[in-house]
């Protein structure tokens, strides 16, 4: 099953699942349910589930505008160097970190799946790094890892933009390159835990203009997925629908010689495996001609 947030072409916002090539608008099928966080803190798949069932498609996939899957996530938590030859790529000597790194990012630092990711003004910078997402499911605190499946709705992907100069403004904050306004995507949908089968062997690939630039899987996680939700939750409340950015591997536009950071035009791809594959155009951010939903 895969789970979307949309925009119909007279602007009405929605959610729904994706159907023989066609999307089920859940919303007006499943009464008090306002979008799939709601749905999420409602424990509401079995009834999304029979609802997309028994119904006909209401939209072609082309008729919609995609959105981030989850509007407004109370939470968006990134985990840095994750991978474990991503230390290697600092060339720093430093030994494999103990416990991750993390930073936040804000929803709107987010576009969906098909809609532009920006190029600020300020930087020609913007880098790409694809990643597995965790979309959490009931919430709590200090979750064990043995537990810690229990509280993953399901998996989506993330192009977790970076304006690369600006992470590097201060000596401890990344902040401020993570958060221009659509410099990432995430997307294009959710597809629950039960469906996605073992975890710890699952493959992430961005490809720019159909070159692959990162392939890595999640068995090179220094911190798995489980051990993230028991960390997390050490320190912060999970709630149902944030997300856990589970890190990229080796390959962003940075690391290369001469770096390949994006440009107007360019095309990238996050696919995750068990999910699909995040599409986006990059465009200047003052771009005036653009037209597309962001």
Not at 117 to 130: A, F, T, V
Request: hydrophobic share 40%; net charge negative.
């Amino acid at each position: 099953m895969k789970l979307l947030s949309f925009a119909a072409r007279d602007g009405r916002r929605s959610f729904g699942a994706v159907v023989d090539g066609g999307v089920v608008d859940l919303a007006p099928r499943l009464v008090g349910v306002a979008d799939l966080q709601a749905l999420i803190a409602r424990e509401g798949l079995d009834a999304a589930r029979a609802a997309a069932r028994s119904a006909p498609a209401d939209y072609r996939l082309d008729e919609i505008a995609f959105l981030p899957p989850i509007a407004a996530p109370e939470k968006i938590f990134c985990i840095g160097v994750n991978y474990v030859n991503r230390n290697e790529e600092y060339r720093d000597g430093s030994e494999p970190p103990q416990y991750p790194s993390i930073f936040l990012r804000t929803p709107g630092s987010l576009t969906g799946h098909l809609q532009p990711i920006l190029r600020p003004p300020e930087s020609p910078q913007l880098d790409y790094e694809g990643e597995i997402v965790l979309v959490i499911d009931k919430g709590g605190r200090r979750i064990p890892r043995a537990r810690a499946r229990e509280h993953v709705f399901g998996l989506t992907a993330m192009n977790e933009g970076t304006i690369r100069d600006w992470v590097r403004h201060a000596k401890f904050n990344v902040t401020q390159g993570k958060n221009f306004g659509s410099s990432g995507a995430v997307g294009p949908w959710i597809v629950p835990a039960a469906e996605i089968g073992d975890f710890g062997d699952l493959r992430v690939t961005t490809r720019v203009n159909g070159d692959q630039r990162q392939h890595d899987t999640t068995a090179n996680l220094a911190f798995p997925f489980d051990y993230l939700i028991e960390y997390v939750s050490t320190f912060a409340e999970l709630r149902p629908g944030d997300l856990i950015a589970t890190g990229t591997p080796t390959g962003a536009g940075a690391r290369f010689t001469p770096p390949r950071y994006l440009v107007p035009g360019d095309v990238v791809e996050v696919e995750v495996e068990g999910v699909g594959t995040l599409a986006n155009t990059v465009w200047d951010e003052y771009d005036v001609s653009r037209k597309a939903l962001h």
